[in-house]
Every structure is written in C-alpha cells, then in structure tokens.
Antibody, heavy 120, light 107 residues
Framework: QVQLQESGPGLVKPSETLSLTCTVS????????WSWIRQPPGKGLEWIGY???????KYNPSLESRVTISGDTSKNQFSLKVTSVTAADTALYYC??????????????WGQGTMVTVSS | EIVLTQSPGTLSLSPGERATLSCRAS???????LTWYQQKPGQAPRLLIY???SRATGIPDRFSGSGSGTDFTLTINRLEPEDFAVYYC????????FGPGTKVDIK
C-alpha cells in the first residue's frame, strides 16, 4: 500500500522560505512522477509542480520563479521549497503521486496534507 | 492556461437521487487528460475518474464520467450517504489546473 506523509514547519514568516518534505512508503520515488499541490483555506486546489528522479521538473507558471522541487532517492523522499512567502502562500500542502502519464495525467495517491501558515 | 468552470456550485440532493455535475473548459481538452476527484471534509482528494470516463481502482460503478472537447460530466447514480462531498475536475494542457469544485450536500 502506497502512503505519502508530508512534514515541515507549520508556521513560516513572511519573506522567508517554506520547506516541506514528503516521505513515500510502499513505492520507490524512482518509479513515478511526484507532485506538490496546495489548497488555501476554504478554497480549491492549485498544482505547484512535479519532479522525476532523473531531475526533470516542471512548475506552475504562476509560481515558477519561487519554487524548487527535488528528491532524495536514498531516503525515498521529495521536497518542496517556496521562497519569499507571503500570506497568499498560506495553505494546506499535499504531496501526491503523479502525474500518471500512461493513465489519465492524474494524481492517484495523496498524502493527508500539512497546513502551512505564513505570519509574523 | 485552460480555465475550468464547474456548475452548479452547490447541489442539494437526497440519498438515492442522481447527481449530475458539469465541468466546462475555456479551451478544448484532450479527453484522456480530464480527471475527477472527490474530497470530504478533513481529507485529501480521492481519484474517482480519469481519462474522462475510466473509474479508478475501487470506485463504485454508480460513478460515471463522460464528455469531450470543452464539456464534461460526472454522474453519480443513487447517491449514498458517503457521496456527499466536494467534487473537483482537473485537466492537463500545458499545465495542470483544477476547477473550483461542486459541493454535493444533503437536502
């Protein structure tokens, strides 16, 4: 059974860097693409970007200048960094497996999410 | 960027009724790239339908998806109590975008 678990600080100060890690169990990060998706309180979903172990990354154009996603195959983890955060970055952050290019260009397994609040 | 619009915003129905949810795209979407998710309060989204009409593993057959081009539909036949939730559509064009969601609540 594939499981994903997000971890990281729940509170980040404005202008600082948000850093989160997703630990994957039941699958190797070398086998799939992996994404970060966020959901501001009471709002909809926003795809942040994806990572593949070969070093391929792609980011949402609206966030591209501030986002980095990377992976550590030895720990079976992948990470998200968002620089220069503002209150608009306050959200529930999910890690997910996908996109599944051979199926529906979708995200089939999600972590439970971790809430990050940007506030001084 | 392709923008997805979902309607209605809220659908109030009784258990046993049929729910018909709409997802409309600002540009034509390749059917293979249209996905539906279910999200219950306090939970992560759950993959329901991919490729516009294929049910994900473990999804009951009362859920069905259809559509092409710019108009897609999620139908839930005979609503069960556990189906009351928010439903999102998602597409891939040059990037991934989600619709704003439709809430199906109990009438």
């Amino acid at each position: 059974q594939v499981q994903l678990q997000e971890s990281g600080p729940g509170l980040v100060k404005p202008s600082e860097t948000l850093s989160l890690t997703c630990t994957v169990s039941g699958d190797s990060i070398s086998n799939s693409y992996w994404s970060w998706i966020r959901q501001p309180p009471g709002k909809g979903l926003e795809w942040i970007g994806y990572f593949y172990h070969s070093g391929i990354t792609k980011y949402n154009p609206s966030l591209e200048s501030r986002v980095t996603i990377s992976g550590d195959t030895s720990k079976n983890q992948f990470s998200l960094k968002v620089t220069s955060v503002t209150a608009a970055d306050t959200a529930l952050y999910y890690c997910a497996r996908g996109p599944r290019w051979l199926q529906g260009y979708d995200f089939d397994i999600w972590g439970q999410g971790t809430m990050v609040t940007v506030s001084s | 960027e392709i923008v997805l619009t979902q309607s209605p915003g809220t659908l109030s129905l009784s258990p046993g009724e049929r729910a018909t949810l709409s997802c409309r795209a600002s540009q034509s979407v390749v059917s293979s790239y249209l996905t539906w998710y279910q999200q219950k309060p306090g939970q992560a989204p759950r993959l329901l339908i991919y490729g516009a009409s294929s049910r994900a593993t473990g999804i009951p057959d009362r859920f069905s998806g259809s559509g092409s081009g710019t108009d897609f539909t999620l139908t839930i036949n005979r609503l069960e109590p556990e189906d009351f939730a928010v439903y999102y559509c998602q597409q891939y064009g040059s990037s991934f975008t989600f619709g704003p969601g439709t809430k199906v609540d109990i009438k």
